[in-house]
């Protein structure tokens, strides 16, 4: 256990997918000598993407410098991809962070934030395409780590992203001891969670259901790119 | 779809493990029709097991008749299993719901509520020995159902029950739906997910570290059993 606490940081921001984050924060949770910090703009509850406002316990001006800074996902990162206050809180805190991580859709902030440049990185299984327009090179894999980035599928991957993270922070025993206490011997009871394995006919339906909120994010990553694009010309 | 909203509740306490309640709840919300409540004694921010407070959107008192009441684990059950307007408030609803569920150790909770006797049920692996004395009848299984009460096993247990009460409550392609968005396709890094799997140091580890938290459940567990035994003896 390090003498000095581990500072673990988890962005919130309106409209993230909860599990993304919750996930996560339960397996850190479990980490010996780490605290674990809910940053947002303010103190105000966040919205998610469900029933459930989620209470910050720090913001981005009073934030302590984090070892671990850890961006979930959802619908809500379209609007994070613009949003020069959170993409200036994450440069500023990459910079002196350990591990610059990441669970769904939060990997294309971090790319929009012209954090994933040359890394390999992955992402939901419908927004890891998006993600060579951010300059990162999408991989497919629930688990991505590539030098100090991990990233971690969509949403329920976020626990298999944390308890990987637990045995880099801690070590193994100590991440097997957190999966055993989670009792995470996962049987899902269908085989539907990638378009791989589920039914062609579930598929087609999300699919459908998705056509409005995939044209909003493949704008907003549009942008995005056109902005590091700049920044980098600027730059040059 | 039902014409009629699905009210589907979960109870908030203080120190329940959050996992418990954030993982059927990102399941439930995304059935069709569903209207999902987290209930309280009152509104004020909930203390969970990690640093993120829970906002209840009800009150018992405020509460709709539910359709789906679930009651989430975590060491805070303890103190539920002799709280009386906890229990009271389940029996309540427990009398016009359609099913009555829980995760983890939720089932000790709905057990010392007298609303298990009779019934197989399941809990967090360090407490399903417990049920037996509060009526029920122990089942070593991730999602256990038995008419209409439907148990789920520890912690990460709650994703599988709740697609579980998904396709039951919904269907069966609508539940492989909810798996796909939330890319529920787990990988878990180590093989560690209960006690059967897990490396025999690690299990020795946990069960070192958890002799004060079994006693008080022990305790706990005795207490309630022998509440149960009195109120049933003075009804006979």
Redesign the interface.
């Known amino acids: 256990m390090p003498a000095e606490a581990l500072q673990i940081g988890l962005l919130l921001f309106p409209n993230l ?3 993304d984050l ?2 996560p ?2 397996v850190f ?1 479990r980490i010996p000598g780490a605290t ?3 940053v947002a703009k303010t103190l105000a ?1 966040v919205p998610s ?7 910050p ?1 720090t913001t981005f001006a009073q934030c302590p410098q984090l070892d671990v800074i850890c961006v979930p996902g959802g619908a809500g990162t379209d609007e994070l991809l613009g949003d020069d206050e959170t993409l200036e809180f994450l440069r500023g805190q990459a910079a002196g962070a350990r591990f610059v991580t990441s669970v ?1 859709t939060g990997s294309l902030v971090l790319g929009a934030a012209g954090l994933l440049r040359g890394y390999r990185a992955t992402s ?2 419908s927004a890891i395409k998006h993600l060579a327009a951010l300059g990162a090179i999408p991989t497919e894999t ?2 991505c780590i590539d030098r100090d980035r991990i990233t971690g ?5 976020g ?2 992203f944390a ?2 993270l637990a ?1 880099i922070l801690a070590d ?2 100590t ?3 957190i ?12 085989d ?4 791989a ?3 062609p ?3 087609a ?2 699919d459908q259901r998705l056509v409005a909120a995939r044209q909003r994010r493949a704008d907003a990553v549009s942008r995005a790119a056109a902005r590091l694009e700049a920044a980098a010309s600027a730059q040059a």
Chains 1, 2 share one sequence.
Request: proline share 9%; hydrophobic share 45%; with cysteine.
């Open positions: 997918t909860q599990l919750t996930g924060l339960q949770s674990v910090h809910l509850p993407d469900t029933v459930l406002a989620l209470l316990t769904c939901h299984w629930r688990v599928g969509g949403v329920t991957a626990i298999d308890l990987t045995s193994r025993t991440a097997e001891a999966q055993l206490i989670l009792e995470y011997n996962p049987a899902p009871p269908f539907a969670g990638s378009p394995s589920a039914p006919a579930v598929v339906m999300l």
